[in-house]
């Protein structure tokens, strides 16, 4: 079994930063590719974030590139998301997910993601 722990979420003024962590328990944590999901209020849940499982690869929704950057730190089973120039409409619940199907390549679809954390929340006011 799986478990993914996610912190560091909060209240943040516009322009702000934020960086997210993930713990995932378990041994083979480097064997597989991770995503960050949001979910805002009314909306569905949407794709932020994927890296590959050495890191080497990495992919972004437009509305967060260039502001938003995941790494992960295989040694310690943790996935990050370090979130600059934040913006109101950042605002949602954020969530980490280990991929389900071991293909290379960008996993947008959040249906290809097999164990979620509990999410945090990320609020950023204007």
């Known amino acids: 079994q799986v478990q993914l722990v996610e912190s560091g979420g909060g209240l943040v003024q516009a322009g702000g930063s934020l960086r997210l962590s993930c713990a995932a328990s378990?041994?083979?944590?480097?064997?597989?590719?991770m995503g960050w999901f949001r979910q805002a209020p009314g909306k569905e849940r949407e794709f932020v974030a994927q890296?590959?499982?050495?890191?080497?690869?990495?992919y972004y929704a437009d509305s967060v590139k260039g502001r938003f950057t995941i790494s992960r730190d295989n040694a310690k089973n943790t996935v990050y998301l370090q979130m600059n120039s934040l913006k109101p409409e950042d605002t949602a619940v954020y969530y980490c997910?280990?991929?389900?199907?071991?293909?290379?390549?960008?996993?947008?679809?959040?249906?290809?993601?097999?164990?979620w954390g509990q999410g945090t929340q990320v609020t950023v006011s204007s």
């Open positions: 997910a280990r991929d389900g199907t071991g293909r290379a390549g960008a996993i947008i679809d959040r249906h290809d993601y097999d164990y």
């Open positions: 378990g041994r083979t944590f480097s064997m597989y590719a």
């Open positions: 890296i590959n499982w050495s890191g080497g690869s990495t």
